[in-house]
């Protein structure tokens, strides 16, 4: 799975005009970082710190995607958004569960599923009417554990927001556990609405959501996630952590409280969202341009069909991560926004059309 470690500014494919669009990531056009220079380096940011995470961080964390009803008891900073969903997985997948899983799929989840003894099933995210495909396989198939992407890798489609109280009722009303992914929430629209289903809930132990800055704040590399469940479960993620890695850098964490609580950390984030808005609709008309079948697209992702996986725009190929990763072959994702060179195609093509 070497696609986890590219670094987007030094991937020099052999042919000089092939552009590497298979990192989904934000790289900001600017070089500019002004919520880091406002960081005081203090003793304490070299010590040991909160297994939980910072306090602080956690309430800001709670602000920030409208939770207030909850406390941070119930929230635990983790190693990425990754690192949460893997320990959301160890908490609910017992060997023998059934898993739903959308198909096309982040692949890690399947991985997961394996290890931990599940049964994959899947319901299928495609066109916006995906969401009842969904009610009906909890409904019919009764799986032991849902996962929910939205927004969705590699479609970029969301699940609508009018369907929380059926999903919520549904799940109410089952065994169900589930396990929410909004990493990238709030990119397209301003909404962390999947939150509210664990305050529907009347039995937080079955709902954990996972959340993190890598996308919306363009800071994957700082490494900071969220886990957010009862308390009985956010214990038990205590265990997984004090047999790992102890705590989290409190450097990283302070990043991410100039992140969630300044204007620095806000104006950052108004610049991803029209960085990644205008990257995606640029592509996305470049591409019906020159003829390619795109089947969706949202946050920093287009879904295209086709068994190649790469195509040509202009003088440049782009190329992009095989549907198959995804458990769907005959279709490939690009990412817009994690290529600074795809960024020099777009504006070309913007400048050409325009004229
Ligand atoms: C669907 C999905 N969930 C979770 C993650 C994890 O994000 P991170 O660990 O960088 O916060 C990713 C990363 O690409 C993702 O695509």
């Not at 004090?242 to 302070?254: D, G, H, N, R, Y």
Request: proline share 5%.
């Amino acid at each position: 799975m070497n696609y986890f470690f590219k670094d987007p500014e030094n991937i020099e494919p052999s042919n000089r005009d092939h552009i590497d669009c298979t990192m989904g990531e934000v790289v900001l056009p600017s070089g500019s970082m002004s919520f880091a220079y406002e960081l005081e380096i203090t003793e304490r940011l070299v010590k040991y710190s909160s297994p939980w995470g910072d306090q602080e961080l956690r309430q800001m964390f709670l602000t920030h995607v409208g939770a207030c009803e909850l406390t941070e008891s119930n929230v635990f900073v983790t190693m990425g958004g990754k690192e949460a969903l893997w320990f959301a997985f160890q908490l609910f997948v017992k060997p023998g569960d059934t898993v739903l899983l959308p198909i096309p799929y982040w692949p890690p989840y399947m991985h997961w599923v394996n290890l931990l003894g599940g049964k994959a099933i899947f319901y299928e995210v495609k066109g916006p009417n995906h969401t009842s495909q969904l009610l009906d396989s909890i409904c019919n198939k009764q799986p032991d554990v849902v996962v929910l992407n939205s927004p969705h890798n590699p479609t970029g489609i969301s699940i609508e927001k009018s369907v929380t109280v059926e999903l919520v009722n549904l799940i109410e009303n089952s065994a169900t556990r589930i396990i929410v992914d909004q990493v990238y929430a709030g990119i397209d629209s301003q909404d962390y609405f999947l939150t509210s289903l664990l305050l529907m809930m009347s039995d937080w132990q079955r709902v954990c959501v996972v959340d993190s800055v890598s996308k919306r704040f363009a800071a994957a590399g700082l490494r900071v996630g969220f886990l957010i469940s009862s308390q009985e479960n956010i214990s038990k993620a205590l265990k997984f952590r004090a047999l790992s890695s102890s705590c989290l850098p409190p450097i990283t964490q302070c990043l991410a409280k100039h992140l969630l609580g300044n204007q620095s950390g806000l104006e950052r984030l108004h610049q991803v969202r029209d960085f990644v808005g205008e990257s995606r609709h640029s592509l996305v008309d470049a591409l019906i341009n020159a003829g390619a079948e795109v089947i969706s697209s949202g946050t920093l992702y287009v879904w295209l069909r086709g068994t190649m996986h790469s195509i040509k725009l202009r003088e440049n190929i782009l190329i992009g991560e095989p549907g198959d990763r995804y458990g769907l072959p005959g279709h490939f994702r690009l990412c817009a926004t994690g290529n600074p060179r795809l960024q020099t195609v777009l504006h070309a093509h913007r400048s050409s059309s325009e004229s």
